[in-house]
């Protein structure tokens, strides 16, 4: 999770744009990104990688 929140694409201003983007912070919490133009963001409570539980983002030590 942290490895995707924190990575910068060299080709897009937006990780809305970055196809390469999978995950951001949301409301105080985490969700996918739906890259389809509008900024659309589907809101999870599971690691999409792990399946772990994910605290708020207040309790988070990424």
């Given at each position: 999770?942290?490895?995707?929140?924190?990575?910068?694409?060299?080709?897009?201003?937006?990780?809305?744009?970055?196809?390469?983007?999978?995950?951001?912070?949301?409301?105080?919490?985490?969700?996918?990104?739906?890259h389809d133009g509008a900024g659309s963001v589907?809101?999870?409570?599971?690691?999409?990688?792990?399946?772990?539980?994910?605290?708020?983002?207040?309790?988070?030590?990424l």
């Amino acid at each position: 999770m942290a490895y995707d929140l924190d990575q910068a694409c060299d080709l897009h201003s937006s990780r809305e744009d970055c196809p390469d983007a999978l995950v951001e912070r949301v409301r105080g919490g985490f969700g996918l990104i739906v890259h389809d133009g509008a900024g659309s963001v589907i809101e999870i409570a599971y690691c999409p990688w792990c399946g772990q539980k994910l605290p708020p983002i207040g309790d988070l030590d990424l």
